[in-house]
């Protein structure tokens, strides 16, 4: 696969090719495939130009196969179909020019197995808070919990990822690195939804520790008990989401305990 990676090249099919092509790289790779018959390459324009020079490549994204005699054929070019490049259909072009079948193993989608564990755990929660008080559906503590919870995922991003159809996390092409963040501003993984729901939660959770501590009949001790574990998780999360936000946007010029 001839590719270009590189944000400023402006590639829109490279992104999504270059995924799928790992996704048929990693297949062929699991256990008992791996012959050595095929070999799987990517380069990468701005690492190796010279390799397009000699290839005459002037569109992106390529996939070539060079078999093993040297005879180059327009046959062993790929032909995209549409503007999709699924790895299903590459393994189709790879049997028929290798006679290797590759049987394509889709990731594992945490996203969606996240989303089924969190569900799972508010409605257990609420099973059991409402056998602990059935008065509880009246109750104004569980309009102010939902309408917390509610906030806290709107203003995460999470309608935003799922409108924009974003992926859960990235995987680097060219070293296989997972990333659950991403580093442009106007662009938050579904991963990154999670986080930051993470770090308003916390901080929501410290503030209301501060005002039970205030307004509280408890002993002085649990008082300042309650006092110090909202200022701690203030203090930390909400550092952790202005360092999150200047790693996004890195002229951010305000930050609170570090970086």
Known sequence: MLTALHEFNSCVMCKGAAEEFQILANSYQGPGAFTT??????VDYDESPEVFEALQVTSVPSFFHFSAQWKFTTDDIYNLRGSDIVADQMAEWVAER???SVRIRQPTNYHGLLKLGILLALTGGLGYFLKWNRKSISCRILCEVLTLCFVIVMTSGQMWTYIRGEPYVQRDPRTGHKHYISKFS???????????????MCVTLGVVLLDKAATSTMNIIKRKMMCLAGMCLVAIFFSWLLSLFRFKVTDYPYRFLWD
């Open 186 to 200: 106007q662009a938050q993984f579904a991963a990154e939804t999670f986080i930051i729901s993470l770090f308003n």
């Open 37 to 42: 018959k095929v070999f799987f390459a990517m």
């Open 98 to 100: 290798t006679h290797v």
